[in-house]
């Protein structure tokens, strides 16, 4: 009876499987919808007002961590695509717990970079939001509400970006303890 357990164990039913997959496959585009999308709402955040008589511009490419934002979830974006082809060749040639290391690997250095990237921006954004009093900066989105509200937006899907991103960590954690030395 062990060996019939221990032989379940290692290769779990075919529906499972499908179901892990599909489940892979599901979340991986989840991800990439929302890290493209935090990315491209965040490029076109941009607004021109004029304060007594001067003509003022905001644009995330005036700060380093908006750039950086849009850097880590192009990245993200782009490395969880070529990881969704991998999915796809894991599907079909079966899995190991090996390959899924990899895929666990992965995944936990997407989910870094797109809480790396969203935490700088949200600080930045924190700032242009609530100005900082004892430093002498200034709020700067009561003037410019629409670029802060794009900001947001942006923040708020590459958040959820790493929220899906950290679920795919999991799944991937837990299918590569399988691994035996």
């Known amino acids: 009876m062990d060996k019939s357990e221990a032989k379940f164990q290692q290769s779990p039913p075919l529906k499972t499987q499908r179901i892990f997959h599909l489940a892979q496959i599901f979340l991986r585009l989840l991800a990439i919808g929302t890290a493209l999308a935090a990315t491209s709402v965040m490029v076109t955040a941009k607004q021109s007002v004029v304060v007594f008589?001067?003509?003022?511009?905001?644009?995330y490419s005036y700060s380093p961590a908006f750039k950086f934002f849009v850097f880590g979830n192009a990245v993200a974006c782009g490395c969880l695509i070529l990881s969704l082809f991998y999915v796809f060749v894991l599907g079909r040639q079966g899995s190991s717990p090996t390959k899924y290391f990899f895929?666990?690997?992965?995944?936990?250095?997407?989910?870094?970079?797109?809480?790396?990237a969203s935490a700088a921006a949200t600080a930045v954004g924190y700032i242009g939001r609530y100005g900082n009093?004892?430093?002498g900066w200034v709020a700067i989105c009561d003037n410019f509400g629409k670029f802060c509200d794009r900001i947001t937006l942006s923040l708020i899907l590459s958040y959820l970006s790493f929220l899906v991103v950290m679920i795919l960590t999991?799944?991937?954690?837990?299918?590569?303890t399988q691994i035996q030395f």
């Open 133 to 135: 009093n004892h430093i």
């Open 53 to 59: 008589g001067t003509p003022f511009d905001a644009r």
């Open 103 to 116: 895929l666990f690997i992965h995944d936990l250095v997407m989910m870094s970079l797109l809480i790396s």
């Open 170 to 176: 999991i799944i991937s954690a837990r299918r590569s």
